[in-house]
């Protein structure tokens, strides 16, 4: 259950996650189901979806539906409520005005609501083994499903286990306690207890309370979100709970993100034959209006550009850069400062950086493919995909030592180097000086040929498909199975 999945609707990884793990799973004997809002641009791409089950009131409206099909592979169910979900311009969070949209509560709550009956088997004939919950915009189901169980031993019964995975323990649902009678659940949910969380009331904190497995997307995320310092208010629950906490670096769908294949990029190129990705960076550059040169790094950004991203960091480590003629390319969207702050540089650096603001999934492959490294300056960093597709593409990842970034890059220090393990740049503690140490290490590198040739194939060749991950998954739900 989920708000969002690639390719159907993306506004970061937790889609790439979504429309990826089930497709892992598929050859280990795992069917599923991926439950989605319908928004509009997801319908668009859906027409054949068909009506499953009729839901006469679902929060309100005229009555909603949920429909399914199968999209890439994936067995997709839809949540038609066009009350709640078939609204023009903004994106699955946002209104077009920039702002949350006002009923977001209602929104997640029916999405959640909608899992739960499904869960239980009251929808179109099909009873999943097990729930897996993605994010606070599904974590309500485990309220629904935990009341479900307050009607006696049999009704117990009929609830399967559940799991809750945790993207970014940043974004916790959290709403005014007074919109709770809207959201069908007993009195008892929200008290303490339940989902009140700090005189409001959270439903990421329905997962971690009710959910039977909690996992995170990386082992260091898994850890950092037990202490104060980075468990935003829930680290008291997550160490009560903590022996059902697992953490599980995400992977890479390579069927997307291989420059070999990838349909997005000028000219294909792997791990044996990596030069052609030369002809990536000169295109990129001709594109981005940077100056057409080889014998300096070229370092991107795609992200979203948010304090927890740490770009500002990167605007301050900029002298460094400059001081290496190395050339910057940013693609993001996020808070107005960082964005004009970006393409501020741009305009005092013609030539040298370009900033693009806007989502741009094709033009993400293309810098991918055509930058030399790309930074990763996260102050906190729950998995990342972005350094993940950096390694795929020889695209050396300069990182944060935290959270996923921390598990998956393997800093180029001096023994890494001498042992061939080296895969980017890590740098710590997450400051600005420290990430410039890190730029000023990876041109010093780049300008070593040989040796900036053997990281990158290195990087390309390290294991960061799916395959462990979806394994690491079945065993979860093996557990939850098994301890029924
Ligand atoms: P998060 O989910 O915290 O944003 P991740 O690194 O896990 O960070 O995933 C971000 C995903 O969104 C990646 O697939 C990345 O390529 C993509 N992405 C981020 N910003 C942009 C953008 N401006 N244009 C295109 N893709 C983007
Ligand atoms: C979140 C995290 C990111 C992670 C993604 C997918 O958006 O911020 O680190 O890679 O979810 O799990």
């Known amino acids: 259950m989920t708000s969002e999945c690639y390719p159907l609707v993306k506004t970061g990884g937790l889609a790439d996650v979504v429309g990826a793990l089930p497709l892992a799973l598929a050859p280990l004997g795992v069917e599923t189901r991926v439950l989605l809002p319908a928004y509009p ?15 006469p009131d679902l929060f309100g409206g005229p009555g909603a539906l949920v429909a ?11 949540v038609e409520a066009p009350h709640l979900f078939a609204r023009k311009g903004g994106g699955p969070y946002i209104g077009p005005d920039g702002n949350d949209w006002p009923d977001n509560h209602l929104r997640f709550a029916a999405l959640s ?4 009956q499904i869960a239980l088997g009251k929808v179109g004939g099909w009873k999943p083994d097990v729930v897996h919950l993605h994010d606070w915009q599904a974590a309500l189901t485990a309220a629904y499903l935990h009341a479900a169980k307050g009607a006696g031993a049999a009704a117990a019964k009929a609830v399967p286990p559940s799991m809750l995975t945790i993207h970014n323990l940043a974004f916790q649902g959290v709403f005014p306690h007074d919109v709770t009678p809207a959201l069908k659940l007993p009195a008892t949910a929200v008290t303490h207890d339940g989902i009140e969380y700090w005189g409001n009331i959270s439903y990421l904190k329905a997962g971690v309370q009710w959910c039977d497995r909690l996992g995170t997307v990386s082992p260091t995320y898994a850890r950092e979100i037990l202490t104060h310092e980075q468990g935003m208010g829930f680290d008291g629950l997550l160490k009560a709970r903590a022996d059902r906490l697992v953490g599980i670096v995400n992977g890479i769908d390579d069927r997307i993100w291989d420059p070999a294949t990838d349909q997005h990029v000028a000219a294909p190129y792997s791990a044996r034959r990596i030069a052609p990705k030369e002809f990536n960076k000169a295109a990129l550059q001709v594109e981005l209006g940077l100056h057409v040169r080889t014998d300096v790094p070229l370092f991107c950004v795609v992200s979203r550009l948010t304090t927890q991203k740490g770009f500002d960091l990167l605007l301050e480590a900029m ?26 540089l741009a305009e005092t650096h013609k030539g040298q950086v370009a900033t693009v603001i806007g989502f741009d999934e094709p033009m993400s492959h293309r810098f991918q493919a055509g930058a030399d490294a790309i930074v990763v300056p996260s102050r906190f960093e729950p998995c990342g995909l972005t ?12 990182v ?6 921390a598990d998956t890059v393997i800093d180029a220090n001096e023994a890494a180097l001498r042992d061939g393990v080296a895969t980017g740049f890590q740098f710590s503690p997450v400051d600005a000086m420290q990430l410039g140490v890190a730029l000023d290490r990876a041109c010093a590198l780049f300008a070593d040929t040989l040796a900036w040739q053997r990281v990158q194939k290195r990087a390309m060749t390290r294991e960061v498909g799916w ?13 939850l199975l098994a301890g029924r």
């Open 400 to 405: 944060a030592r935290v959270g996923g970034l």
């Open 113 to 116: 609501w909608v899992g739960a």
């Open 467 to 479: 395959g462990v991950a979806a394994g690491a998954y079945l065993d979860q739900y093996q557990r």
């Open 68 to 78: 399914g099909t199968t999209a890439e592979g994936l067995q997709v169910w839809l």
């Open 387 to 398: 350094q993940l597709y950096g390694l795929r593409y020889g695209t050396l990842p300069v």
């Open 319 to 344: 002298p460094v850069l400059h001081a290496r003629g190395a050339q910057l390319a940013v693609l993001g969207t996020g808070d107005r400062e960082i964005q004009d702050a970006f393409q501020r």
């Open 41 to 55: 641009g997801v319908r668009e791409q859906l027409t054949a979806a068909r009506k499953i089950a009729a839901i």
